[in-house]
């Protein structure tokens, strides 16, 4: 595949000149919008987990904690609504979350410092090579080259997708901040997480990912709210807890479903060297990502907005609506250009993902601009 890589750069130059005409009050009202959807979900679904353990109120308590992670905190940490006028600064990037609004604002497994350098940083910025901390087939390759049968690679990545956030994002989110942290002082990288150090709570690594990441969100979602309804008596409280477990399950089999599947398959490249500048940047971030169906509010909330991958990685700091604005657009240029524009249902792309997981198939390689096709029958 080869395009004109600066007639590219150039028209989705135009397209973000449009875009930024068209930001302002209108975009922060719509974020409210969200916000208040996923805040109902939440409300609804503890007011009605103390009468008995139950799917309805733990899906709403999924979606709410799938909701502020996604579509609350992503755009707002890439500062996707710093350049309204006049809005709080909680709603920007320089107060979200940030000392005790963390409480408040995004409480997560993920520290929101953490997630800064993981994920605006590292992955955005590095997206399909090795450098990216979320680069699925590299971070897969002990169980791709595992012994184990294909079918028990399956049952462990079905088991895996239930508990990823607490047993992989959040503890990666601190290694890689702590790895970055080492860089810049010239220091030793931390362990990976597959070693007994990063999760021993007496070794320095362990006890951060143990204060900063289990122990503070398990608390609170586990101990603080289940015991705010102890006085409607100990059932209710146990209740409360039961649809807090489910409901924490179902988030991380929701958040797997969007997330893993946006920069995998055996049609989306892996890169072989950094990026070659910032109009090869932008082709990348095309060919690299992943789209789903979009279009409507309703659509977007359940996909977290993550179903406009392509624009998001050509404009992480774009509020919410003008990625609904600008993705007909985008997709309009790439026809233009040649360039594969990749948009499937969700579960389509997992089912991609999955098999990449598993070492069923292998993702392409890149050669200056082109792609090196590689055999995508992997030896079981």
């Not at 975009?27 to 969200?34: A, G, M, N, V, Y």
């Not at 320095?204 to 101990?223: C, D, I, M, N, Q």
């Not at 240029?333 to 579960?347: L, T, W």
């Amino acid at each position: 595949m080869t395009t004109d890589i600066e007639q590219l750069a150039r028209d989705l130059a135009l397209i973000r000149k449009d875009l930024q005409a068209e930001m302002g009050a209108e975009d922060f009202k719509h974020l409210r919008k969200i916000e208040g959807w996923g805040r109902a979900c939440t409300l609804l679904g503890y007011a009605t987990a103390w009468i008995l353990p139950n799917p309805f109120s733990a899906l709403l308590i999924s979606q709410g904690i799938f909701t502020r992670w996604t579509t609350i905190a992503h755009p707002i940490s890439h500062r996707g609504y710093d350049r309204i006028d006049g809005i709080p600064e909680h709603y920007t990037s320089k107060g979200f979350a940030k000392g005790w609004r963390r409480l408040i604002d995004w409480f997560d497994w993920m520290p929101p410092e953490a997630w800064h350098e993981e994920h605006n940083n590292l992955h955005h910025y590095n997206l399909g090579e090795t450098l990216d901390p979320d680069q699925l087939e590299y971070n897969m390759e002990w169980l791709r080259n595992s012994r184990a049968p294909l079918a028990l690679r399956y049952l462990f990545v079905a088991l895996f997708a239930c508990v990823w956030k607490p047993t992989y994002y959040g503890p990666n989110t601190l290694k890689e901040l702590r790895g970055a942290t080492a860089r810049r002082k010239g220091q030793a990288e931390p362990p990976s997480l597959l070693s007994i150090e990063a999760w021993n709570p007496f070794a320095s690594v362990g006890r951060e990912v143990w204060l900063k990441s289990l122990l503070p969100y398990a608390a609170f979602r586990f101990a603080f709210l289940p015991a705010l309804f102890l006085p409607l008596g100990k059932s209710a409280a146990m209740a409360v807890l039961i649809n807090s477990i489910l409901a924490e399950i179902f988030t991380n089999l929701h958040a797997f479903l969007v997330i893993v599947p946006n920069h995998a398959g055996d049609d989306i490249p892996r890169f072989q060297e950094g990026v070659g500048g910032k109009n090869e940047f932008y082709l990348r971030q095309i060919v690299g990502s992943v789209n789903y169906p979009c279009g409507t509010d309703r659509i977007d909330f359940f996909h977290g907005w993550l179903n406009y991958q392509i624009e998001h990685h050509i404009w992480p700091d774009l509020p919410l609506l003008q990625y609904q604005r600008s993705q007909t657009r985008v997709r309009e240029c790439c026809e233009k250009h040649g360039i594969p524009y990749v948009q499937e249902s969700v579960f389509k792309r997992l089912a991609k993902a999955v098999k990449i997981m598993v070492g069923a198939t292998t993702m392409p390689r890149e050669v200056a601009h082109g792609f090196e096709e590689e055999s995508t029958d992997a030896a079981a």
